[in-house]
Nanobody, 128 residues
Framework: QVQLVESGGGLVQTGDSLRLSCAAS????????MGWFRQAPGKDSEFVAA????????VYADSVKGRFTISRDNAKNTVYLQMNSLKPEDTSVYYC?????????????????????WGQGTQVTVSS
């Protein structure tokens, strides 16, 4: 089992940047593929970005492609989401998620129900 704690959210202005972090504890972090999702009030959960367990593959939602970058540091048991050129529509609670993956897997998972572990979320608010 793995525990996930997000941090780095806050209130920023349009065009600003933020870096979210998700620190993992428990089982070996490098066995997990990781993802970021977000959910705004009154809206469904939305996939944002994902990275394979070995960081060999990354996938992004079209809405964030070119602005957001997912990365991981297995030595620090942390996955990051660098968010640049933020827009008001990026306002959401951002959640990181972990999926236990097979050794050598290069799959970055985009579906919410593929993930078995979730953090508590961190609020990102972008003012116009």
């Amino acid at each position: 089992q793995v525990q996930l704690v997000e941090s780095g959210g806050g209130l920023v202005q349009t065009g600003d940047s933020l870096r979210l972090s998700c620190a993992a504890s428990g089982r070996t972090f490098s066995r997990y593929a990781m993802g970021w999702f977000r959910q705004a009030p009154g809206k469904d959960s939305e996939f944002v970005a994902a990275i394979s367990r070995n960081a060999g593959s990354t996938v992004y939602a079209d809405s964030v492609k070119g602005r957001f970058t997912i990365s991981r540091d297995n030595a620090k048991n942390t996955v990051y989401l660098q968010m640049n050129s933020l827009k008001p529509e990026d306002t959401s609670v951002y959640y990181c998620a972990a999926k236990d993956s097979l050794p050598g897997s290069i799959i970055a998972y985009t579906q919410r129900d593929e993930y078995g572990y979730w953090g508590q979320g961190t609020q990102v608010t972008v003012s116009s």
